[in-house]
């Protein structure tokens, strides 16, 4: 149990950071209401692709395992919050 609870926090940070890379990148953008409305737009709709692309990945591969979709979705999103910063889209 203990590791379960340890891989759903490790995939809330990670979703976290991935969100942070997008408000930072919006911030060196322009910084202006647009510019964060279309980043946390961005966040949410490529959490919400890659939740559907793991969910179905999920039930074929690690059925009843939410701690694995959720990990992989932090990282998912993690890897694109940090690609979007340093692109600086």
Do not use: C, K, P
Not at 16 to 24: N, P
């Amino acid at each position: 149990m203990r590791a379960y609870r340890q891989r759903l926090w490790l995939g809330i940070v990670l979703l976290v950071v991935g969100l942070s890379g997008h408000l930072i990148a919006a911030a060196t953008t322009g910084g202006t209401y647009i510019h964060y409305r279309d980043h946390i737009f961005g966040f949410v709709f490529l959490t919400a692709v890659a939740w559907v692309i793991l969910a179905l990945l999920g039930r074929r591969y690690w059925a009843n395992r939410q701690d694995i979709t959720l990990l992989a979705l932090g990282t998912v999103q993690a890897i694109l919050g940090l690609v979007i910063y340093a692109s600086g889209v």
